[in-house]
Protein backbone atom coordinates (compact mmCIF):
# COMPACT_ATOMS: atom_id res chain seq x y z
CA UNK A 1 0.00 0.00 0.00
CA UNK A 2 2.92 2.04 0.55
CA UNK A 3 4.67 1.49 -2.29
CA UNK A 4 1.57 2.64 -4.33
CA UNK A 5 0.92 6.02 -2.32
CA UNK A 6 4.42 6.31 -3.05
CA UNK A 7 3.72 5.90 -6.54
CA UNK A 8 1.15 8.34 -6.42
CA UNK A 9 2.54 11.08 -5.09
CA UNK A 10 5.22 11.21 -7.45
CA UNK A 11 3.06 10.99 -10.58
CA UNK A 12 3.91 14.48 -12.37
CA UNK A 13 0.56 16.59 -13.04
CA UNK A 14 0.73 18.16 -16.74
CA UNK A 15 -1.64 20.88 -17.07
CA UNK A 16 -3.32 21.39 -20.04
CA UNK A 17 -2.84 24.46 -22.03
CA UNK A 18 -5.84 26.26 -23.12
CA UNK A 19 -5.61 27.51 -26.99
CA UNK A 20 -6.34 30.82 -27.13
CA UNK A 21 -7.73 32.59 -30.91
CA UNK A 22 -9.01 35.39 -31.77
CA UNK A 23 -13.00 36.69 -31.15
CA UNK A 24 -13.19 36.69 -34.78
CA UNK A 25 -12.09 33.75 -35.73
CA UNK A 26 -14.57 31.31 -37.62
CA UNK A 27 -17.23 34.10 -36.43
CA UNK A 28 -16.89 36.90 -39.53
CA UNK A 29 -20.40 37.18 -41.17
CA UNK A 30 -20.06 37.27 -45.10
CA UNK A 31 -21.66 39.63 -47.65
CA UNK A 32 -23.21 39.26 -51.05
CA UNK A 33 -20.66 37.21 -53.05
CA UNK A 34 -18.22 37.42 -50.22
CA UNK A 35 -16.55 34.22 -49.32
CA UNK A 36 -14.53 34.13 -46.34
CA UNK A 37 -11.88 31.47 -45.77
CA UNK A 38 -10.24 31.04 -42.00
CA UNK A 39 -6.48 29.71 -41.56
CA UNK A 40 -3.70 29.31 -38.77
CA UNK A 41 0.11 28.64 -38.98
CA UNK A 42 3.08 29.06 -37.40
CA UNK A 43 4.16 31.79 -39.82
CA UNK A 44 1.80 34.44 -41.42
CA UNK A 45 1.99 32.89 -45.16
CA UNK A 46 1.73 29.62 -43.87
CA UNK A 47 -1.83 30.81 -42.24
CA UNK A 48 -2.60 32.57 -45.66
CA UNK A 49 -1.95 29.10 -47.32
CA UNK A 50 -4.27 27.43 -45.17
CA UNK A 51 -7.08 30.41 -45.54
CA UNK A 52 -6.68 30.53 -49.30
CA UNK A 53 -7.32 26.34 -49.58
CA UNK A 54 -10.52 27.25 -47.42
CA UNK A 55 -11.76 29.06 -49.88
CA UNK A 56 -11.00 27.49 -52.54
CA UNK A 57 -12.37 24.03 -51.21
CA UNK A 58 -15.64 26.59 -51.24
CA UNK A 59 -15.27 27.53 -54.92
CA UNK A 60 -14.35 23.76 -56.20
CA UNK A 61 -17.51 21.66 -54.37
CA UNK A 62 -18.63 21.60 -58.06
CA UNK A 63 -15.61 19.35 -58.78
CA UNK A 64 -16.68 16.40 -56.62
CA UNK A 65 -20.29 16.27 -58.69
CA UNK A 66 -18.75 16.55 -61.85
CA UNK A 67 -16.45 13.81 -61.82
CA UNK A 68 -16.91 10.89 -63.61
CA UNK A 69 -17.65 8.21 -60.89
CA UNK A 70 -17.63 4.53 -62.15
CA UNK A 71 -17.18 0.76 -60.88
CA UNK A 72 -13.37 1.65 -61.61
CA UNK A 73 -12.99 5.07 -59.28
CA UNK A 74 -12.35 4.84 -55.85
CA UNK A 75 -12.45 7.89 -53.35
CA UNK A 76 -8.31 7.83 -53.58
CA UNK A 77 -8.90 8.73 -57.22
CA UNK A 78 -12.14 11.23 -56.40
CA UNK A 79 -9.88 12.52 -53.37
CA UNK A 80 -6.42 13.12 -55.97
CA UNK A 81 -8.83 14.32 -58.72
CA UNK A 82 -10.41 17.08 -56.16
CA UNK A 83 -7.12 18.43 -54.63
CA UNK A 84 -5.74 19.13 -57.82
CA UNK A 85 -8.43 21.28 -58.86
CA UNK A 86 -8.04 22.92 -55.12
CA UNK A 87 -4.38 23.79 -56.16
CA UNK A 88 -5.24 24.75 -59.48
CA UNK A 89 -8.08 27.36 -58.40
CA UNK A 90 -5.34 28.46 -55.38
CA UNK A 91 -3.28 29.16 -57.97
CA UNK A 92 -5.35 31.34 -60.16
CA UNK A 93 -8.60 32.54 -58.78
CA UNK A 94 -7.39 33.51 -54.89
CA UNK A 95 -4.63 35.91 -55.58
CA UNK A 96 -6.89 38.67 -55.50
CA UNK A 97 -8.06 37.56 -51.68
CA UNK A 98 -7.84 40.39 -49.00
CA UNK A 99 -6.57 39.92 -46.00
CA UNK A 100 -9.13 41.81 -43.55
CA UNK A 101 -7.73 39.93 -40.09
CA UNK A 102 -4.63 38.65 -38.74
CA UNK A 103 -3.26 38.43 -35.25
CA UNK A 104 -0.69 36.46 -33.44
CA UNK A 105 -1.03 34.78 -29.85
CA UNK A 106 1.20 32.04 -28.45
CA UNK A 107 3.53 31.55 -32.07
CA UNK A 108 0.64 30.62 -34.00
CA UNK A 109 -0.82 33.37 -36.38
CA UNK A 110 -4.43 33.29 -37.12
CA UNK A 111 -5.88 35.18 -40.59
CA UNK A 112 -9.17 35.64 -42.22
CA UNK A 113 -8.75 36.45 -45.81
CA UNK A 114 -11.90 38.01 -48.03
CA UNK A 115 -12.88 36.57 -51.88
CA UNK A 116 -15.14 38.48 -53.92
CA UNK A 117 -16.67 35.73 -55.34
CA UNK A 118 -18.59 37.94 -57.86
CA UNK A 119 -20.70 36.64 -61.50
CA UNK A 120 -17.95 36.40 -64.07
CA UNK A 121 -19.60 39.34 -66.05
CA UNK A 122 -18.87 41.52 -62.81
CA UNK A 123 -15.64 39.82 -61.69
CA UNK A 124 -14.09 40.91 -65.57
CA UNK A 125 -15.71 44.58 -65.45
CA UNK A 126 -14.31 44.99 -61.76
CA UNK A 127 -10.98 44.16 -63.45
CA UNK A 128 -10.90 46.14 -66.00
CA UNK A 129 -13.08 49.82 -64.73
CA UNK A 130 -11.74 52.15 -66.71
CA UNK A 131 -9.99 50.37 -69.63
CA UNK A 132 -10.59 50.35 -73.16
CA UNK A 133 -10.32 46.89 -74.50
CA UNK A 134 -9.39 45.66 -77.47
CA UNK A 135 -13.32 44.48 -79.62
CA UNK A 136 -14.36 41.03 -80.39
CA UNK A 137 -14.31 40.23 -84.23
CA UNK A 138 -17.62 39.58 -85.23
CA UNK A 139 -16.53 36.19 -86.33
CA UNK A 140 -15.52 34.89 -83.27
CA UNK A 141 -17.29 32.02 -82.38
CA UNK A 142 -18.60 33.63 -79.00
CA UNK A 143 -19.40 36.96 -80.34
CA UNK A 144 -23.20 35.81 -79.83
CA UNK A 145 -22.71 33.76 -76.67
CA UNK A 146 -24.94 34.67 -73.85
CA UNK A 147 -21.87 35.89 -71.60
CA UNK A 148 -21.00 38.24 -74.71
CA UNK A 149 -24.64 39.61 -74.16
CA UNK A 150 -23.45 40.00 -70.79
CA UNK A 151 -20.34 41.79 -71.00
CA UNK A 152 -22.25 43.88 -73.84
CA UNK A 153 -24.87 45.65 -71.43
CA UNK A 154 -21.44 45.99 -68.83
CA UNK A 155 -18.76 47.45 -71.41
CA UNK A 156 -21.10 49.26 -74.36
CA UNK A 157 -19.15 46.65 -76.44
CA UNK A 158 -17.59 43.15 -76.82
CA UNK A 159 -14.34 43.07 -75.29
CA UNK A 160 -12.02 40.12 -77.25
CA UNK A 161 -11.98 37.45 -75.21
CA UNK A 162 -11.00 33.30 -75.26
CA UNK A 163 -11.57 30.24 -73.31
CA UNK A 164 -8.81 27.01 -72.92
CA UNK A 165 -9.16 23.93 -71.04
CA UNK A 166 -6.15 22.88 -68.71
CA UNK A 167 -5.68 20.60 -66.18
CA UNK A 168 -9.45 20.04 -66.04
CA UNK A 169 -10.41 23.26 -65.64
CA UNK A 170 -12.01 26.09 -68.19
CA UNK A 171 -10.00 29.60 -68.04
CA UNK A 172 -12.16 32.76 -68.97
CA UNK A 173 -8.59 34.42 -71.10
CA UNK A 174 -9.10 38.46 -71.65
CA UNK A 175 -5.72 40.65 -72.31
CA UNK A 176 -3.81 39.43 -69.73
CA UNK A 177 -6.31 38.27 -67.08
CA UNK A 178 -7.09 34.83 -66.70
CA UNK A 179 -10.51 33.92 -64.81
CA UNK A 180 -10.98 29.83 -63.75
CA UNK A 181 -14.80 29.16 -64.26
CA UNK A 182 -16.99 27.38 -61.89
CA UNK A 183 -19.66 24.80 -62.30
CA UNK A 184 -21.66 25.29 -65.06
CA UNK A 185 -20.56 28.22 -66.38
CA UNK A 186 -19.51 27.30 -69.57
CA UNK A 187 -23.04 27.14 -70.62
CA UNK A 188 -22.74 31.03 -70.49
CA UNK A 189 -20.57 30.46 -73.64
CA UNK A 190 -23.46 28.98 -76.13
CA UNK A 191 -25.57 30.35 -78.38
CA UNK A 192 -28.44 30.82 -80.55
CA UNK A 193 -27.38 31.23 -84.21
CA UNK A 194 -28.72 30.82 -87.42
CA UNK A 195 -26.66 31.25 -91.31
CA UNK A 196 -27.70 32.21 -94.86
CA UNK A 197 -26.17 28.78 -95.68
CA UNK A 198 -26.94 26.44 -93.17
CA UNK A 199 -30.23 26.58 -90.30
CA UNK A 200 -31.04 24.22 -87.37
CA UNK A 201 -34.15 23.90 -85.59
CA UNK A 202 -35.09 21.57 -82.57
CA UNK A 203 -37.73 19.81 -82.20
CA UNK A 204 -38.46 20.84 -78.99
CA UNK A 205 -35.86 23.11 -76.75
CA UNK A 206 -37.01 22.18 -73.25
CA UNK A 207 -37.00 18.53 -72.42
CA UNK A 208 -37.89 16.39 -69.71
CA UNK A 209 -35.58 13.89 -69.41
CA UNK A 210 -35.95 10.33 -71.52
CA UNK A 211 -37.89 12.88 -73.77
CA UNK A 212 -37.10 12.22 -77.30
CA UNK A 213 -35.92 14.64 -79.87
CA UNK A 214 -34.70 15.89 -83.11
CA UNK A 215 -33.26 18.11 -85.64
CA UNK A 216 -34.27 19.80 -88.64
CA UNK A 217 -31.07 21.06 -90.82
CA UNK A 218 -31.42 22.77 -93.96
CA UNK A 219 -28.53 24.20 -96.21
CA UNK A 220 -28.63 26.59 -99.22
CA UNK A 221 -25.00 25.49 -100.54
CA UNK A 222 -23.12 22.43 -101.67
CA UNK A 223 -20.68 21.41 -98.74
CA UNK A 224 -19.99 19.13 -96.25
CA UNK A 225 -22.05 18.83 -93.33
CA UNK A 226 -21.09 18.53 -89.54
CA UNK A 227 -23.57 18.08 -86.76
CA UNK A 228 -22.03 18.38 -83.37
CA UNK A 229 -23.19 18.51 -79.89
CA UNK A 230 -21.45 20.14 -76.71
CA UNK A 231 -21.98 19.28 -73.34
CA UNK A 232 -22.16 21.29 -70.54
CA UNK A 233 -18.52 20.02 -69.60
CA UNK A 234 -17.35 20.73 -72.68
CA UNK A 235 -17.04 18.01 -74.68
CA UNK A 236 -17.69 17.92 -78.42
CA UNK A 237 -19.20 15.11 -79.62
CA UNK A 238 -19.68 13.99 -83.67
CA UNK A 239 -23.12 13.23 -84.64
CA UNK A 240 -22.47 13.65 -88.05
CA UNK A 241 -19.19 13.68 -89.92
CA UNK A 242 -18.84 15.41 -93.41
CA UNK A 243 -21.71 14.35 -94.75
CA UNK A 244 -21.95 15.34 -98.61
CA UNK A 245 -24.66 17.77 -99.38
CA UNK A 246 -26.48 19.58 -102.10
CA UNK A 247 -27.33 23.15 -102.13
CA UNK A 248 -30.90 23.74 -101.04
CA UNK A 249 -31.05 20.14 -99.37
CA UNK A 250 -32.93 19.72 -96.09
CA UNK A 251 -32.45 16.82 -93.88
CA UNK A 252 -33.82 15.47 -90.07
CA UNK A 253 -31.57 14.19 -87.79
CA UNK A 254 -31.79 10.99 -86.56
CA UNK A 255 -34.00 9.79 -89.08
CA UNK A 256 -37.55 8.85 -88.31
CA UNK A 257 -38.15 6.16 -89.90
CA UNK A 258 -35.11 4.62 -88.17
CA UNK A 259 -35.87 6.03 -84.47
CA UNK A 260 -37.66 7.54 -82.19
CA UNK A 261 -35.42 10.37 -82.03
CA UNK A 262 -32.46 11.05 -79.70
CA UNK A 263 -33.10 10.73 -76.03
CA UNK A 264 -32.91 13.67 -73.51
CA UNK A 265 -30.82 12.88 -70.21
CA UNK A 266 -29.51 14.33 -66.95
CA UNK A 267 -26.16 13.44 -65.88
CA UNK A 268 -24.34 13.67 -62.68
CA UNK A 269 -27.66 14.33 -61.18
CA UNK A 270 -27.82 17.72 -61.79
CA UNK A 271 -31.46 19.46 -61.88
CA UNK A 272 -31.51 20.71 -65.25
CA UNK A 273 -28.49 20.83 -68.41
CA UNK A 274 -28.40 22.71 -71.38
CA UNK A 275 -26.16 21.22 -74.29
CA UNK A 276 -25.42 23.24 -77.45
CA UNK A 277 -26.28 21.18 -80.77
CA UNK A 278 -24.52 22.96 -83.80
CA UNK A 279 -24.94 22.50 -87.94
CA UNK A 280 -21.37 22.85 -89.21
CA UNK A 281 -21.45 23.63 -93.48
CA UNK A 282 -17.87 23.48 -94.73
CA UNK A 283 -16.34 23.81 -98.24
CA UNK A 284 -13.75 21.36 -97.20
CA UNK A 285 -13.96 18.21 -94.83
CA UNK A 286 -12.79 18.93 -91.51
CA UNK A 287 -10.63 16.62 -89.14
CA UNK A 288 -12.85 15.93 -86.41
CA UNK A 289 -10.75 12.44 -85.11
CA UNK A 290 -9.59 14.28 -81.98
CA UNK A 291 -13.25 14.77 -80.81
CA UNK A 292 -15.55 12.54 -79.16
CA UNK A 293 -18.19 10.57 -81.96
CA UNK A 294 -21.77 9.93 -80.97
CA UNK A 295 -20.93 5.87 -81.92
CA UNK A 296 -18.06 5.79 -79.41
CA UNK A 297 -18.15 5.44 -75.47
CA UNK A 298 -18.65 8.87 -74.33
CA UNK A 299 -15.90 10.03 -71.91
CA UNK A 300 -13.42 7.30 -72.45
CA UNK A 301 -10.65 9.65 -74.23
CA UNK A 302 -9.73 12.31 -71.36
CA UNK A 303 -7.64 13.68 -73.94
CA UNK A 304 -10.44 14.27 -76.52
CA UNK A 305 -10.25 17.90 -77.53
CA UNK A 306 -13.03 20.28 -76.56
CA UNK A 307 -15.08 23.42 -76.91
CA UNK A 308 -12.48 25.94 -77.21
CA UNK A 309 -10.80 24.15 -79.77
CA UNK A 310 -14.18 23.97 -82.02
CA UNK A 311 -13.33 28.16 -83.16
CA UNK A 312 -10.03 27.22 -83.89
CA UNK A 313 -11.36 24.76 -86.68
CA UNK A 314 -15.11 26.07 -88.18
CA UNK A 315 -13.82 29.98 -88.58
CA UNK A 316 -13.95 29.36 -92.94
CA UNK A 317 -17.18 27.21 -92.50
CA UNK A 318 -21.09 28.48 -91.83
CA UNK A 319 -22.85 27.40 -88.48
CA UNK A 320 -25.79 27.63 -86.96
CA UNK A 321 -26.26 26.64 -83.30
CA UNK A 322 -29.43 26.04 -80.85
CA UNK A 323 -29.36 25.54 -77.31
CA UNK A 324 -31.29 22.65 -75.88
CA UNK A 325 -32.63 22.55 -72.00
CA UNK A 326 -33.22 19.34 -70.38
CA UNK A 327 -35.02 19.53 -66.33
CA UNK A 328 -34.76 16.64 -64.29
CA UNK A 329 -38.77 14.96 -64.03
Known amino acids: MSMLLVGCVNTPYVEKK ?39 KSLVVHIQSEFKVDVESTKETLRRYTESHIHEYTNIVLTDANLIHSKQIDDIFYVALSYKNLPLGKKVKKEFTGMMLQKMKQNSLYYNSFFSTTLQSLFGYIPDYDLFFKNGLYYLHIEDKLFALKGNELRLFFFEKQSQKVSIKASSKRLSANDFFHFDIAVKAAGYLNLLQVDEEGRVIVHV ?10 STYPDLKLYDGLQAGII ?51 YASSVVKTIKQ
Not at 241 to 250: C, M, P, S, W
Not at 292 to 314: C, T, V, W
Open 268 to 318: NNAEQISEQYMAVLCKKRLDFSLFEHASQSFNANDEAMRYPELGKMIGECY
Open 241 to 250: DNLAVKANER
Open 18 to 56: QVRVPAWYLNLSEQQYEIIGYGSGNTLESAKTVARNDIA
